[in-house]
């Protein structure tokens, strides 16, 4: 079974300019959650998508977005970019009936200049 | 206050050592945590995962969650190299599972 893929896994963006970033969870999950990890802060949570509808927010200003299709598959999309939005960027997908168990993907480092 | 802190770390422990990795939470409606692993450059992998308070056993790990003194505990035996990453505590009151919130991660080294 294909785990939960990102794309892309690098990017270089300036100050300003805006990112999307792409989450294929794992097939039959409806869940999609993403997270910001930085060494400062650790992982914080940003949004949970669960059959194309946000259930969950975390606490991130509203240039943060995402969107769920319904295939499941999902984008996050950070517009105006700021230095401090330089991290690693996880989806992570789970199965509707969830005991808690996440599935990571490798992440989208993206670095703001 | 941050949520849920961990010591960061590092812990640098030989081949064989019990290994106890320890965070505290501040809010009482969490209800499930979990341990997660995450080796250099990959996604964290859920490690254990316990609801309320109470002891897990899986293989050479342990959790502890002890809800009076709101502190969560991972205890791992006979400690091997393969067991050198970074270990992060979670926790939520969201029945799904889903919302996480992580402990920053203590860094883990075991040498042979």
Redesign the interface.
């Known amino acids: 079974k294909a785990g939960?893929t990102q794309t892309p896994r690098y990017l270089i963006k300036t100050r300003g300019q805006q990112v999307t970033l792409s989450c294929s969870p794992i097939s039959g999950h409806r869940?999609v959650?993403w997270?910001q990890q930085t060494p400062g802060?650790?992982?914080?949570?940003l949004f949970?998508y669960?059959s194309e509808t946000q259930?969950?927010k975390?606490n991130f200003p509203g240039r943060f977005s995402g969107r769920q299709f319904s295939n499941s598959r999902s984008e996050m999309n950070v517009s105006t970019l700021e230095l401090g939005d330089s991290a690693l960027y996880?989806c992570?997908s789970?199965p509707a009936t969830?005991?808690?168990?996440?599935?990571?993907?490798?992440?989208s480092r993206l670095t703001v200049l | 206050q941050k949520e849920v802190e961990q010591d960061p770390g590092p812990l640098s422990v030989p081949e064989g050592a019990i290994v106890s990795l320890n965070c505290t939470y501040s809010n009482s409606a969490f209800q499930?945590f979990?341990w997660y692993r995450q080796y250099s450059?990959?996604?964290?992998?859920?490690l254990m995962?316990t609801?309320s308070s109470g002891n897990k056993e899986d293989g050479r790990f342990t959790a502890q969650v002890d809800k009076s003194s709101k502190y969560i505990s991972l205890f791992i035996r006979d400690s091997q190299p393969s067991d050198s990453a970074t270990y992060?505590c979670?926790t939520?009151a969201?029945q799904?599972?889903?919302?996480?919130?992580?402990?920053?991660?203590t860094t883990l080294s075991v040498s042979s």
């Open positions: 939960v869940s959650s997270y802060q650790g992982l914080q949570f949970e669960f259930r969950n975390g996880l992570a789970s969830s005991s808690g168990e996440l599935f990571f993907g490798e992440g | 499930y979990m450059r990959k996604g964290p992998e859920l995962y609801y992060l979670a939520t969201n799904a599972g889903t919302a996480l919130i992580f402990g920053k991660g």
